[in-house]
């Protein structure tokens, strides 16, 4: 059984009093009242305002789902209110809009008592269950008699409104201490990482150095010889390379100097420039010729690791006579700086590990005086802007510019000059022998 009622209204008050009495009857939850309310008036403005009335019908009746009955109230007005977007999209109670000017709002309602015919009295007042008359002349049946009812109505939908607020207001402080109680704790935890970061970064830069110590030894001490050697590898991220070095002084008094660089970068190339620099010293300390030395290590190392693939310098200088002795296998030559003469690459043809036919074709021999200076180096140092001929030009330039500097500083300034503009990052070595001036 159903609960039907229709009405017209000419002004915005009767249609107002009219949309409040049908839903205080079906007992509506306040707060959905209110926007009842507001939307119907909302709609109903225009028209009202062009003296055009609205028809209001309301019936209660089931559910598609049987489960509960629900309030149906619909406005008719003479204009297609879909034309209106906005409007619709802003309506605070939704609604389903037909051609024509039809209007719908669907409600739930709480349940029924008795046989299903008339809505309970508790909540709607003298006035549950009965059909509206039609309001053709203003409207002033439909509110009149009753406007402490109204009011009171009135008053339910403001605190409804004010308690829905409150309610917010109370959700909005509750959400606002949990973020701040969060952002507290991420704050701590950020801290704690931070600390924790800048440990790492502590143990991680001293097991670097240690490893750096461990492998590239630090300079001799001879008498009639200054050595110092400047590395740095292509990436902070990859603190070791290809490019090594060694120095040991031999029984017979003489300083052997082994300079390497493998190819690729990081720990692989580390293992194989290791492997490559242990077998020369190998070899140097049980006296195979110097010229030997490149073709030998081949011998050696490559049934072990065929993709070992290095260039090698080799350096036999006596601190006594100034007799420099040199043996390379495709390493960039070795720069010399003569204290009263013009600087002068040292070339010596050869091929190294890896390559077809290693070995040195010979050894080059020159005798260094006092205030002479070698540069020994890897192509990281020539190559940076990709052109080793400039390259080669700028190390002279670069090193007559530090000849006259302590010997700790010469590589470190000279590889400073020469990676001003860097195209090509490479692992770096710059090493620096001087006899010391009369």
């Keep these: 059984m159903t609960d039907n009622t229709t009405s017209h209204h000419h002004t915005l008050p009767s249609l107002r009093q009219a949309v409040r009495r049908i839903a205080r009857v079906h007992r509506v939850p306040v707060e959905t009242r209110a926007r009842l309310v507001m939307s119907a008036v909302d709609l109903a403005r225009t028209e009202i305002a062009a003296g055009r009335p609205v028809r209001l019908e309301a019936c209660a009746e089931p559910s598609p789902g049987g489960a509960a009955d629900q309030l149906v109230v619909t406005l008719d007005t003479l204009s297609d209110l879909t034309a209106d977007r906005d409007g619709i999209a802003d309506l605070p109670l939704p609604a389903q809009f037909a051609s024509g000017g039809s209007v719908t709002w669907r409600m739930p309602l709480p349940g029924r008592r008795g046989d299903g015919g008339?809505?309970?009295?508790?909540?709607?007042?003298?006035?549950?269950?009965?059909?509206?008359?039609a309001q053709n002349g203003g409207g002033a049946a439909a509110g009149s008699g009753c406007p402490t009812s109204e009011i009171h109505a009135v008053e339910q939908e403001l605190r409804a409104v004010l308690a829905r607020l409150d309610s917010l207001t109370a959700e909005h402080r509750r959400l606002k201490h949990e973020i701040a109680e969060t952002n507290r704790g991420t704050l701590a935890l950020y801290v704690q990482l931070e600390e924790r970061d800048e440990q790492l970064r502590k143990a991680h830069g001293q097991t670097l150095r240690e490893l750096e110590d461990a492998l590239r030894p630090a300079p001799i001490e001879v008498d009639g010889l200054e050595m110092a050697v400047h590395y740095a590898p292509a990436g902070t991220d990859a603190p070791t390379g290809g490019d090594l070095y060694d120095w040991l002084q031999l029984p017979d008094g003489t300083v052997h100097?082994?300079?390497?660089?493998?190819?690729?970068?990081?720990?692989?190339?580390?293992?194989g420039a290791l492997n490559v620099t242990h077998a020369v010293r190998t070899l140097a300390l049980e006296g195979h010729p110097l010229e030997s030395i490149i073709a030998r290590t081949a011998e050696i190392l490559m049934p072990f690791d065929s993709e070992l693939m290095s260039t090698v310098l080799l350096a036999r200088i006596n601190p006594a006579t100034g007799d420099l002795f040199l043996a390379n296998g495709s390493h960039p030559p070795a720069l010399l700086l003569p204290a009263g003469g013009e600087p002068e690459y040292l070339e010596v043809r050869g091929r190294g590990i890896g390559y077809?036919?290693?070995?040195?074709?010979?050894?080059?021999h020159v005798r260094m005086g006092p205030g002479d200076m070698l540069i020994l180096y890897t192509d990281g140092l020539t190559e940076s802007r990709k052109d080793p001929r400039e390259g080669e030009k700028r190390l002279v330039e670069a090193a007559r510019r530090h000849a006259d500097r302590p010997i700790a500083e010469v590589p470190g300034a000279i590889?400073?000059?020469?990676?001003?503009?860097i195209l090509h990052p490479d692992d770096t070595l710059a090493l620096a022998v001087r006899v010391p001036p009369a």
């Design 356 to 364: 077809p036919l290693p070995g040195s074709e010979r050894l080059l």
């Design 415 to 421: 590889a400073e000059d020469m990676h001003t503009v």
């Design 257 to 271: 100097i082994t300079v390497v660089d493998a190819l690729g970068h990081g720990v692989t190339s580390t293992r």
């Design 118 to 133: 008339s809505a309970g009295k508790g909540g709607g007042g003298s006035d549950a269950g009965t059909v509206l008359p």
